[in-house]
T-cell receptor
Framework: GNSVTQMEGPVTLSEEAFLTINCTYT??????LFWYVQYPGEGLQLLLK?????DKGSNKGFEATYRKETTSFHLEKGSVQVSDSAVYFC????????????FGRGTSLIVHP | DAGVTQSPTHLIKTRGQQVTLRCSPK?????VSWYQQALGQGPQFIFQ???????QRGNFPDRFSGHQFPNYSSELNVNALLLGDSALYLC?????????????FGPGTRLTVL
């Protein structure tokens, strides 16, 4: 079946540091890939997405590139802010007729001033 | 434009009881999905409703059932509650023709089973 694996958290950084959160997936065909963010006490919000190989999704300074050859979709940001502190979820939506999305376990990011 | 809304915000029940959670989708969206998010875990897909019918179902027992109304709002019902049902229940909506695309999530209902 489909699966998404994220790096364990928490990831703790100082403000303005570079961020990478690793995500790899297992799926047949060409799934769509997503990063969602969840702030404390809230639901998930879409951060960015990519629908085909080599696509780069970007939003609010965050980027991720769909790498089919390594089945990865790593999240990066060049300079994090305290307000980026949240839990980040990598997810996939399978290709084909059945829509049952798969989410990773989430990676907590803590940014200190 | 109101986003996805859910009620109630929090709920406390005891084992064996039944619970109903409610969701109103984002304006213009006709498809509603429900997820269970246990503490420290990612959301797990429960089921999805479109045109008042269950279209997809994840790996959840029949104790979990749902309904969609003509105005696209939806309910999630859980019978014979177990301690393990304690979780954040998320509702998400999307237009049916973009069902594989972005999901718009509500803030969730926190269910505690004692």
């Amino acid at each position: 079946g489909n699966s998404v694996t994220q790096m364990e958290g928490p990831v703790t950084l100082s403000e303005e540091a570079f961020l990478t959160i690793n995500c790899t997936y297992t799926a047949t065909g060409y799934p769509s890939l997503f990063w969602y963010v969840q702030y404390p006490g809230e639901g998930l919000q879409l951060l960015l997405k990519a629908t085909k190989a080599d696509d780069k999704g970007s939003n609010k300074g965050f980027e991720a590139t769909y790498r089919k050859e390594t089945t990865s979709f790593h999240l990066e940001k060049g300079s994090v802010q305290v307000s980026d502190s949240a839990v980040y979820f990598c997810a996939l939506s399978p290709s084909g007729g059945s829509y049952i999305p798969t989410f990773g376990r989430g990676t907590s990011l803590i940014v200190h001033p | 434009d109101a986003g996805v809304t859910q009620s109630p915000t929090h709920l406390i029940k005891t084992r064996g009881q039944q619970v109903t959670l409610r969701c109103s989708p984002k304006s213009g969206h006709d498809t509603v999905s429900w997820y269970q998010q246990a503490l420290g875990q990612g959301p797990q897909f429960i089921f999805q409703y479109y045109e008042e019918e269950e279209r997809q179902r994840g790996n959840f027992p029949d104790r979990f059932s749902g309904h969609q109304f003509p105005n696209y709002s939806s309910e999630l019902n859980v019978n014979a509650l177990l301690l393990g049902d304690s979780a954040l229940y998320l509702c998400a909506s999307t237009p049916w023709d973009r069902v594989k695309d972005t999901q718009y999530f509500g803030p969730g209902t926190r269910l505690t089973v004692l």
